[in-house]
């Protein structure tokens, strides 16, 4: 659902099955942001951000979107796996649009990723 609505507005993706899918994916091509569930089968997003850490030249400058339904005292670790942007559960697609769109403008600009 994510995909189809993430490509009307213009922008290219590559969805990936699962975590494992995605870090395979990752290995092999590039990609400006990542959008990420938390709740997903053989790796989960938590597994996915921890491995991206571990790897740092892998994605360099790829910034993470996260979609959750964490609360805010989870929300603080996801911080210190270098996730940019967390978008609560349940999600409104026209604020998914504006984040991405946020996170490719502050990608324009010499931001340091926290």
């Known amino acids: 659902m994510f995909c189809c609505f993430v490509e009307r507005a213009g922008h290219l993706t590559r969805p990936a099955v699962d975590g494992l899918d995605a870090v395979e994916t990752l290995q092999q091509e590039s990609f400006d942001v990542m959008l990420l569930d938390l709740n997903m089968p053989r790796m989960g997003g938590v597994e996915v951000l921890q491995w991206l850490r571990a790897h ?47 996170t490719l403008h502050d990608l324009e600009s010499p931001q340091p990723i926290r």
């Open 56 to 102: 740092p030249d892998v994605a360099p400058g790829m910034r993470v979107v996260v979609v959750t339904a964490w609360t805010q005292q989870h929300v603080a670790h996801l911080a210190d796996l270098g996730v940019t942007t967390v978008i609560e559960k349940p999600l409104r697609l026209q604020r998914l649009n504006d984040l991405i769109a946020e």
